[in-house]
C-alpha cells in the first residue's frame, strides 16, 4: 500500500517539526497491515515533560496551520506521555523513561518502520 497524499503531507510537517524542536529518536511504524486504529505511528520522546509540552504545542500549531485539525488527544500538559490522534497518523509524543517503560517499538515489532528518507 502506499501513503496516502494525505499521510505523507502529515508525516512530514510532524516529522519535521518534531526534528526542529529537538524531539529525540522520532520513529516512524506503518502499521496499517495489523491494526485498524490508524495506518501511521510517530513515536517520539522529549527530555523532561516541558520538553514534551512544547513538542505536542509545535506539533498540534504546525498542522493546524496546513488544515489538518487534531481529531483527538490523550495526555495533558503535564503527562509523560501524550498521543495526538489525526486520524491515520498517531503521534506519541513521550517522557524518555515513559518511553522506554511503555515499548511501544516492542509493543507494535510487527509493523514496518519507515525510514525518513521513505516518507520526506
Do not use: C
Not at 73 to 85: A, F, I, T, Y
Amino acid at each position: 500500500m502506499s501513503i496516502s497524499k494525505q499521510a505523507k503531507e502529515i508525516l512530514e510537517i510532524a516529522y519535521h517539526t518534531l526534528e526542529d524542536r529537538q524531539g529525540e529518536d522520532i520513529r516512524i511504524l506503518d502499521i496499517h497491515e495489523i491494526s485498524i486504529l490508524t495506518d501511521y505511528f510517530i513515536i517520539v520522546h522529549g527530555n523532561n515533560v516541558n520538553h514534551v509540552r512544547a513538542l505536542v504545542d509545535y506539533v498540534i500549531e504546525e498542522l493546524d496551520k496546513f488544515g489538518y485539525p487534531l481529531v483527538r488527544r490523550e495526555g495533558s500538559s503535564g503527562d509523560s506521555w501524550v498521543l495526538l490522534d489525526y486520524g491515520n497518523v498517531i503521534i506519541h509524543v513521550f517522557e524518555k523513561k515513559a518511553r522506554e517503560f511503555y515499548d511501544l517499538e516492542r509493543i507494535w515489532s510487527d509493523g514496518k518502520e519507515i525510514t525518513k528518507t521513505t516518507v520526506l
